[in-house]
């Protein structure tokens, strides 16, 4: 399978535990942004990373989410302490980089936060 | 502050219908702006429109880009129930030397039998 894959597709997490969400972009795409989606809402941008690099993390909160890509192995999004209020569908997408490049998106993580 | 507008929220047709789903901007630099259909999973791409590509069609979908009045349609002729969905508008902008996508909330569309 040549597409986004995230891991898991659901995620149930208690009040103050940690989530991690798991992402392996498209074969051949360096470039990863991470998008959060709350129902009835579009998807916020969070950050952007390449290999190694954080490049635009504006859109993520300064506490408790932090996101890393290493050189090997899938991106990674962690919230730690998690709250009700992050409960909500974790996007990732891919590109090959490049001001034209299309984002091909994963499946999602449905986080739920009891 | 760089947003994303469609309209409408929701629609609900029935099978035989045609469409127009739309879509308003205001993003800094703008580069691109983008189609996704999104069912019970990952967004799926429909079209790119750009300054140099302001019509695209494919089968029963078509998209045009009006950058003088800063939006863009979706057309879907002859719905068909397989096209429920929520239809999203993302708009590239570039900002520090970095581009990002602006998404709007979307357009939740319901096709009847």
């Known amino acids: 399978n040549a597409g986004v894959m995230q891991n898991p597709r659901h995620l149930v997490r208690r009040r103050g535990q940690e989530a991690r969400l798991r992402c392996s972009p498209m074969?051949?795409?360096?470039?990863v942004y991470w998008y959060r989606q709350l129902p009835e809402e579009g998807l916020k941008f969070m950050v952007y990373l390449q290999k190694e690099n954080i490049i635009d993390e504006s859109g993520m909160p300064k506490e408790r989410f932090s996101a890393e890509f290493p050189k090997e192995g899938p991106s990674i999004l962690r919230i730690q302490q998690v709250v009700r209020g992050d409960s909500a569908a974790y996007f990732c997408?891919?590109?090959?980089?490049?001001?034209?490049?299309?984002?091909?998106f994963g499946a999602g993580t449905r986080l739920s936060v009891l | 502050e760089d947003k994303v507008v469609q309209s409408p929220l929701s629609l609900v047709v029935h099978e035989g219908d045609t469409v127009t789903l739309n879509c308003s901007y205001e993003?800094?630099?703008?580069?691109?702006l983008l189609w996704y259909k999104q069912e019970k999973k990952a967004p799926t791409f429909l079209f790119m429109l750009t300054s140099s590509g302001i019509e695209k069609k494919s089968g029963r979908l078509s998209s045009i880009l009006d950058k003088k009045e800063l939006s863009s349609i979706l057309n879907i002729t002859a719905t068909q129930t397989g096209d429920s969905a929520i239809y999203l508008c993302a708009v590239a902008g570039t900002t520090s030397g970095t581009y990002k996508y602006i998404f709007g909330t979307g357009t939740r569309l319901k096709v009847l039998a």
């Open positions: 074969k051949g795409h360096s470039h």
């Open positions: 997408a891919s590109s090959q980089g490049g001001v034209l490049a299309i984002q091909y």
């Open positions: 993003v800094t630099n703008f580069r691109s």
